[in-house]
Each structure stands twice: as C-alpha cells, then as structure tokens.
C-alpha cells in the first residue's frame, strides 16, 4: 500500500495567516492526489484535485501544488470559515490512502 | 451531472449484518470504480475495498476480509456494502466515492451506529 504521511497533525493560525500543509507519498502518485476539508458532522468536501486543479466553488485562496511524492495544500489568507481539519487522499492506485489528518485552529 | 446518494441512517446490534445502498446518476456505471470509505468517531479516512460492476472480482482492505461485501445493481445503477459480525468499533459514517478523471466523487455518508 501506498503510506500517506501528513503534517503537521495541528496546527494554530490566526485569520490572515498563509498556511502550508504537507502531504508524502511513499511511492510516486503521479499527481493522483486530492485535497479535502473537513467540519465535524460534515462529509469531507472536495478542495483541489490531480494536486493542484481547483474544485468548482472552492474559494481561490486554496491552492495545490507538488509532484511524484511531495505535495503541499496552502491557504493564502486563512479565513474564520477555514478553521477545519484537511486530508489528502492518493487515488493513483485502486487501494486508496488518506493522510492523517491536519487540524487548522486558532 | 455525476451524483452518489447513499441510502439513510442505521442502527444494528452486535453480531447483526448492515447494507448501504449508493444510488448514482451521471456516471457510465459499468466501468465505474466504486470505493468505500469509512470514519469512525473523532477518527481519520478509512479505505474498505472497491468494485468495478463490469470487472472482476472486488477488492478489499485485508482489515475487513470475510466481513465485507461489495456488489452492485447494473439495472438500477446502485451499488452496496455489506458488512457483517456488525462489532461497537464499525460505528462509523460509510462513504461510496469514485473517479471520473480526474476528479473524485462523494456520496453524502451513512451513519451505522452499532449499540445492544
């Protein structure tokens, strides 16, 4: 299986803020990669797709970016609505992989 | 437009057996590679297995071999999962998604609480 490694695993931000997450891939994903958001009681909503594509409606201040193994999710001006976990998921592959999970709070 | 509608909360006892329909519209069933997905409580993502309806036989996450079971419906384009030996820790919301290139789809999850 292909291991997901996300980071940080929490991270504290205030509105304003740039903020970067990480996402590893154990083996190249070939930009098979999504990025999603996550309230509580919330199915996790679609944010960028193929690592770096826009989803329709998500606000542009969500970008992807990154290749092969290494892939980053950055949000340029954290918004209150912003304060949420994010997951990045792998779907090179049938067996699909999530990472861990990173919690944006204040 | 692609959609996945999955099918109403459920409550089942230990033991007990719990099936998740996933209705779709918009997609070319067939060939369509259904995964589900599950998250427990105040946990992560959860990969369970996939099935291509045209293809051949599902796969799934070693974790829940011989409690699971994926098949699908060509005439009424809706795909299930099947789980038995239902234990406290299957709680969880379970999700049907899939890929049409490049992007990936969500049905909205179905709640399975397992409670005596």
């Known amino acids: 299986d292909i291991q997901m490694t996300q980071s940080p695993s929490t991270l504290s931000a205030s509105v304003g803020d740039r903020v970067t997450i990480t996402c590893r891939a154990s083996?190249?994903?070939?930009?098979?990669l999504a990025w999603y958001q996550q309230k509580p009681g919330k199915a996790p909503k679609l944010l960028i797709y193929?690592?770096?594509s826009l989803e329709s409606g998500v606000p542009a201040r969500f970008s992807g970016s990154g290749s092969e193994t290494e892939f980053t999710l950055t949000i340029s001006s954290l918004q209150p609505d912003d304060f949420a976990t994010y997951y990045c998921?792998?779907?090179?592959?049938?067996?699909?992989?999530f990472g861990q999970g990173t919690k944006v709070d204040i | 437009q692609l959609q996945l509608v999955q099918s109403g909360a459920e409550v089942r006892k230990p033991g007990s057996s719990v099936k998740v329909s996933c209705k779709t519209s918009?997609?070319?069933?067939?060939?369509?590679?259904f995964s589900w997905v599950r998250q427990a409580p105040g946990q992560g993502l959860e990969w369970m297995g996939r099935?291509?309806?045209?293809?051949?036989?599902?796969v799934y996450a070693q974790k829940l071999q011989g409690r699971v079971t994926l098949t699908a419906d060509k005439s009424t384009k809706t795909a299930y999962m099947e789980l038995r030996d239902l234990r406290y820790d299957d709680t969880a919301v379970y999700y049907c998604?899939?890929?049409?290139?490049?992007?990936?789809?969500w049905g909205q999850g179905t709640l399975v609480t397992v409670s005596s």
């Open positions: 193929k690592a770096s």
């Open positions: 998921h792998q779907y090179n592959t049938d067996w699909w992989t």
């Open positions: 083996q190249n994903i070939y930009g098979w």
């Open positions: 099935l291509i309806p045209i293809s051949t036989a599902p």
């Open positions: 918009g997609v070319t069933f067939n060939t369509f590679v």
């Open positions: 998604a899939g890929v049409s290139n490049p992007t990936v789809y």
